[in-house]
């Protein structure tokens, strides 16, 4: 019996553990692209092999480009992935990290981007470097960004000189570790990832802390998604508004925008977005024929 029970409290055991969705590195061993790259044992990669013990130029551990007006980095995470925060280990020459160290002048007034293609301005900027000087940039940095997408750019310039003070004159790749952590699946958040994201959000996507939706389907508004779209409004986020040419102004279907009880005279098709003219003929027999003669269209 006593065996028995052991062997259920571990069943229970395993069935938890695999439920539970802890925040990930999920741009390990992800592929990887530069801009340019210095030497053989300097590609992209790299910067996403999960080793970072040796941050000098040579130890074979870090990502490096050549020298340049610009230089940029990114990770392809496979798909739309929830992300919470990112972790930066810049080369450091394995030297102390101070403002003697002349790598710090490479990193300053670089920026991060999340992006679901690879173009960065597509994306979200969520960091960009504008204050710290030589003495004050950590090294790791640790910058929160709860959003999603697919690719995470790391990009830096020199394009517009004069520069601040301790900036090198060049822009240049020199990243050991990046790591990118959130939830490898859709549509959960938390610290755990174990908490399901409301139905109705757009796309199964929410804030990976907070469970709020970015966009809501079709006829759902508010924070979760919960509240049917008010009179008058229809659509993805209730942000599209019902026409007045309907024939009750102003209300349709909340999920379509077909107008409710037909169209205003004058107007014609499912959103009553047709607008004629009646144009009348007199008979020979005194006989009066209307007849449309369509002369605009809208979309509301």
């Not at 999920?26 to 053989?40: E, K």
């Not at 994201?197 to 199964?204: E, I, L, T």
């Not at 009646?278 to 009066?288: G, S």
Request: charged content about 15%.
């Amino acid at each position: 019996m006593a065996g028995m029970v052991l062997l259920v409290c571990c069943s229970w055991a395993v069935l938890l553990c695999l439920s539970v969705q802890a925040y990930e590195n999920i741009a390990l061993h992800q592929p990887a692209w530069q801009s340019s790259t210095r030497l053989f044992n300097t590609g992209a990669e790299r910067a996403v092999d999960g080793e970072y013990t040796n941050l000098s130029w040579n130890g074979g551990q870090c990502a490096q480009s050549n020298w340049g007006h610009t230089a940029e980095w990114r990770v392809d995470l496979g798909g739309v992935r929830s992300i919470h925060h990112i972790v930066i280990q810049y080369m450091t020459a394995n030297k102390v990290w101070d403002e003697n160290n002349f790598y710090t002048g490479w990193f300053m007034g670089f920026s991060v981007y999340i992006s679901n293609t690879t173009n960065r301005e597509d994306g979200v900027l969520c960091f960009r470097d504008t204050n710290y000087t030589s003495a004050t940039i950590p090294n790791p940095v640790n910058i929160t960004c709860p959003y999603h997408g697919r690719y995470v750019i790391y990009y830096n310039n020199r394009t517009h000189p004069p520069f601040p003070e301790g900036y090198s004159d060049d822009a240049y790749i020199r990243l050991c570790e990046v790591e990118v952590y959130g939830c490898p699946s859709r549509g959960y958040y938390g610290e755990n990832c174990s908490l399901e994201c409301p139905q109705n959000c757009q796309d199964g996507y929410c804030d990976i802390v907070e469970g709020t939706c970015f966009g809501c389907a079709h006829r759902y508004m508010g924070p979760r998604c919960t509240q049917d779209c008010k009179e008058g409004l229809y659509g993805s986020n209730c942000s599209q508004n019902c026409s007045m040419t309907c024939g009750d102004p102003g209300r349709c279907d909340i999920m379509t925008g077909h107008c409710n009880g037909g169209c205003q005279v004058g107007w014609t098709g499912a959103m009553c977005e047709k607008g004629y003219q009646l144009t009348i003929y007199n008979t020979h027999k005194n006989v009066y024929i209307l007849k449309p003669s369509y002369i605009s269209k809208f979309y509301a």
